[in-house]
């Protein structure tokens, strides 16, 4: 085998190699993508809209009962954890109980404990589900060095 030839060779295995490793870096990054999405679309929400019905709860600006039925809305089409629904419409329940006029510390603090529960899950969603992508981006790191080192030996 020349000189030539075994350049070829040698040019093209490591062009292989580079295709590899780049498919392997995108397909790593698209899943760190999903798994960050996932993260701040559905719970950063659910967390922004309580934040703004405790707000507007504690604040009572002149429409605050609109900017809690608007949040509490919102809310409602945002469920993504299990049992989120369930405590949503005790939120509701509440509220509604609230809006009606019956504003004694029992239905206040219902609509309090509702919404802590609702920020209390997605916190700890945030937290699962950054762990998540913290072991898909280990696994990323990982991956690319056993297909170089693969390729290599």
């Given at each position: 085998?020349?000189?030539?030839?075994?350049?070829?060779?040698?040019?093209?295995?490591?062009?292989?190699?580079?295709?590899?490793l780049s498919l392997t870096g995108a397909f790593n990054i698209q899943a760190l993508?999903?798994?960050?999405?996932?993260?701040?679309?559905?719970?950063?929400?659910?967390?922004?809209?309580c934040t703004n019905i405790l707000a507007a709860m504690e604040e009572r600006p002149?429409?605050?009962?609109?900017?809690?039925?608007?949040?509490?809305?919102?809310?409602?089409?945002?469920?993504?954890?299990?049992?989120?629904?369930?405590?949503?419409?005790?939120?509701?329940?509440?509220?509604?109980?609230?809006?009606?006029?019956?504003?004694?510390?029992?239905?206040?603090?219902?609509?309090?404990?509702?919404?802590?529960?609702?920020?209390?899950?997605?916190?700890?969603?945030?937290?699962?589900?950054?762990?998540?992508?913290?072991?898909?981006?280990?696994?990323?790191?990982?991956?690319?060095?056993?297909?170089?080192?693969y390729v290599l030996l």
């Open positions: 085998m020349n000189i030539k030839t075994k350049l070829t060779l040698g040019v093209g295995l490591l062009f292989i190699l580079i295709i590899i993508k999903s798994d960050s999405e996932n993260i701040l679309t559905a719970n950063y929400k659910s967390l922004q809209y002149e429409n605050y009962l609109l900017v809690m039925e608007n949040n509490l809305r919102n809310q409602e089409r945002n469920i993504t954890e299990e049992r989120e629904a369930e405590v949503t419409g005790d939120l509701r329940t509440y509220f509604d109980n609230y809006k009606s006029g019956a504003k004694e510390q029992h239905t206040s603090d219902g609509l309090r404990q509702s919404i802590l529960k609702i920020m209390d899950m997605n916190m700890n969603a945030i937290e699962i589900k950054s762990d998540i992508a913290k072991a898909t981006a280990d696994k990323a790191v990982f991956g690319s060095w056993s297909v170089a080192r």
